[in-house]
């Protein structure tokens, strides 16, 4: 458990600041523009190896004190990064072994960033010396507030298909499997096409190969490279644990819908904060949608970290955003007016102690120079410098937002490992989408303005009155005992079609699908009918679904609803379980959004669980209270003014509201009502 101090006194503002990209005198003007929008954290050196070891074993820390002493001139706190993201070109040269290479077997050179293999063991050497080096030069430095590992670990590199990674792979394997190639053979099915293993040399990673691979030996390989990463962070927190034991580690996550192959639920309790990055990702059906998700996930990351016996009050980072547009999208939009503090206010409502963005001031050159900053090229006098100031002034005004809490009623289950195996190839559809299944279960309790935690499958359930498991095509023997003690215990449990049909493994349960939920569910099926592309089929109640169908017979379990046509014609398409105390609702089809939102509102009507407030679909409602204060939050998306019922003071425009407030449209509101 760390004891690690909050790196504010307030709440924290800043972002990412490379000083390095710009001469002496803009960097003397940066402190006091700092000063003047309210920012007092920055990320400082997440891509300065090259600059700091400019030859092998020879530093230039010269620049770096001098920023380090400006900023602590300036009273702002400094989360310094360990400068591994992206090794320095010379790397290349020395020991091309510790390039990654991917699945087709080429080579990925230097000349964009993080450019490592994970398992290399030059780059762990290297990179360590550095690490070392920089932890006991800073460690007495007052303006050290932070370690930032790394950053953003995995993203471009988290598989790697080099021989290194082949041995690294095996070892991890032989851990795995106690030695036993036995066992990894069962695991892996190799009875299949010929693939039996006698001898651990000829195991690899999933290499590109002349047909479908095997799929557990596909996600051991993700299982490894999450945890190789991982190992990749551990060596260089305990570097700095060591030399620096006050002051805390984090590495920023990217808990967003569109990341992949990292276990944060692994992750989380190696942090001593957890710290986040999100931007807003217009490709998305419903992006500020899943932002809240984001947001609602990383609460609940952080209740696993080292801080973590705050509980769900535990506060995290968010680490990166963007104060307008980035620019790695097709179209890269900026925000409307009031947009910056809608979407960076949305993680404060949901539990975030501090808001920071990529970066301080934007780039005149290199691969992200049209991305937007704090401190646009257009300098001062431009919307988003003004918006920024703005919030910084108000995040001072929230400081009390700090030691308070989101409480949820509602948990909804979301696991990397399903999320992985659902995607492998050789199921029944290609339709089946995790992550837009559990976008849109979310999506119906934001809608109806109900908070949600994000949970893992080893959650603490019984304090939630409603469990929502879509999806869990993966599901281990122990994470359907405990969704079903949920169950047992009272809730309300809504486990969706494609759930619980394989092992850890990714085996089929024998016996009838979904073979970890029959027993909950009440509910038996024996073959699958999914729907093409275009197609759609009715329930008898009136509601569209798509995508699956499925031969499902009840065995102790009502039916709710039934086809009215399509493959499974006359067969129960939801059901319903009285189980212990509570109730388990089987929905063995994807509804549509207005059923899906009618079937969630009978559930939640059943339950019991009300709604923060009355307003219409698209305002987003949150509240963080605890200690006897009490923040509601209210975020308007749409473009129609929306009045909501409420009193307190509002803490934006510092007015009053006497039961009830009106929200320009894209406007938002916080509201201290104790
Ligand atoms: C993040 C990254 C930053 C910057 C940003 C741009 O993925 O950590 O360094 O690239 O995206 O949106």
Redesign the pocket.
């Known amino acids: 458990m760390s004891r690690a101090p909050w790196p504010t006194n307030g709440i924290c503002f800043g972002g ?1 600041y490379n000083p390095e990209q710009w001469p002496d005198d803009v960097q003397r003007d940066d402190v006091e523009l700092m000063r003047e929008a309210g920012v007092n954290f920055v990320t400082v050196g ?2 300065a190896w090259a600059l700091l070891e400019p030859r092998p074993g020879e530093y230039a820390f010269g620049w770096l004190d001098r920023v380090m002493d400006r900023l602590h001139a300036g009273g702002i706190r400094v989360d310094l990064a360990t400068a591994t993201a992206s090794p320095p070109p010379w790397m290349t040269r020395l020991y091309p072994e510790s390039l990654p290479i991917d699945r087709e077997g080429r080579r990925l050179w230097h000349g964009s960033r993080q450019t490592w293999c994970p398992s290399s063991p030059v780059y762990a050497e290297l990179s360590l010396r550095l690490v070392e080096r920089l932890a006991s030069r800073y460690a007495e430095h007052p303006a050290l507030a932070m370690w930032h590992v790394g ?2 670990l995995g ?1 471009h590199n988290v598989h790697c298909f080099c021989d290194i990674s082949a041995e690294a792979f095996r070892t991890w394997l032989r851990e795995r499997y106690g030695d036993s190639l036995d066992r990894l053979n069962d695991a892996w099915g190799t009875a299949f096409w010929s693939q039996h293993y006698a001898d651990w040399a000829d195991v690899i990673p999933p290499r590109r190969s002349a047909t479908q691979g095997n799929p557990t030996q596909e996600l051991d390989f993700w299982r490894f490279s999450s945890d190789e990463v991982l190992l990749s962070y551990r060596r260089e927190r305990d570097v700095l644990s060591r030399v620096t034991p006050d002051v805390p580690v984090t590495t ?1 996550f ?1 808990a967003m819908a569109h990341t992949r192959g990292m276990d944060y639920w692994a992750w989380a309790p190696e942090q001593d904060i957890v710290s986040n ?1 999100h ?1 807003v990702d217009g490709r998305l059906a419903r992006p500020l949608v899943e932002l809240s998700w984001s947001a609602d996930l990383t609460r609940n990351l952080a209740a696993r970290s080292r801080r973590g016996e705050a509980g769900p009050g535990t506060p995290w980072l968010l680490m ?1 955003h ?1 104060t307008s547009a ?3 999208q097709p179209v890269n939009y900026a925000k409307a007016p009031g947009e910056l503090a809608r979407t960076s206010l949305t993680h404060l409502a949901r539990g975030a102690d501090g808001i920071a963005y ?2 301080w001031r934007a780039s005149a050159a290199g691969a ?1 120079k049209f ?1 937007s900053a704090l401190l646009p090229h257009a300098g001062t006098d431009t919307k988003v410098w003004r918006e920024v100031v703005e919030l910084g002034g108000l995040l001072e005004r929230l400081t009390d937002v700090r030691g308070t809490a989101v409480a949820a009623r509602v948990a909804l289950v979301f696991d990397y490992e399903a999320q992985w195996a659902s995607g492998l190839p050789g199921h029944p559809t290609t339709l089946v989408d995790y992550d837009r299944e559990v976008q849109e279960w979310y999506a119906a309790f934001w809608d109806a303005h109900i908070t949600v935690d994000v949970v893992p499958t080893d959650a603490v359930l019984s304090s939630y009155d409603i469990v929502v498991v879509p999806c869990l095509y993966l599901c281990t023997d122990s994470a359907a005992d405990n969704i079903a003690a949920a169950g047992r215990g009272g809730a309300h449990v809504v486990v969706t079609y494609f759930s619980g049909l394989v092992d850890e493994h990714d085996h089929i349960r024998l016996g009838g699908y979904p073979g970890a939920f029959r027993e909950l569910l009440g509910v038996r099926s024996e073959e699958f009918y999914p729907l093409g592309p275009e197609e759609s089929a009715r329930l008898d109640d009136g509601s569209a679904v798509s995508v699956w169908t499925e031969l499902l017979s009840l065995e102790g379990a009502d039916a709710v609803a039934t086809y009215a046509d399509g493959p499974a014609a006359g067969v129960p398409a939801i059901t319903r379980h009285a189980v212990g105390q509570g109730t388990a609702w089987y929905v063995a089809t994807r509804l549509e959004t207005t059923a899906l939102a009618r079937f969630v509102q009978r559930v939640v009507d059943e339950a019991g669980v009300e709604a923060i407030l009355d307003a219409p679909s698209g305002v987003d409602a949150v509240r963080r209270e605890g200690d006897g204060r009490s923040f509601l939050f209210v975020f308007n998306h749409t473009d129609q003014a929306v009045t909501i019922r409420a009193s307190g003071l509002e803490v934006r425009e510092s007015v009053p509201v006497d039961g009830s407030m009106t929200i320009p449209a894209g406007g938002c509101a916080v509201i201290r009502e104790l």
Do not use: K, R
């Open positions: 990412d997440v891509f950053n953003e993203n920023n990217m990055d931007y990166e963007s980035v620019n790695w990529f970066q992200e991305h």
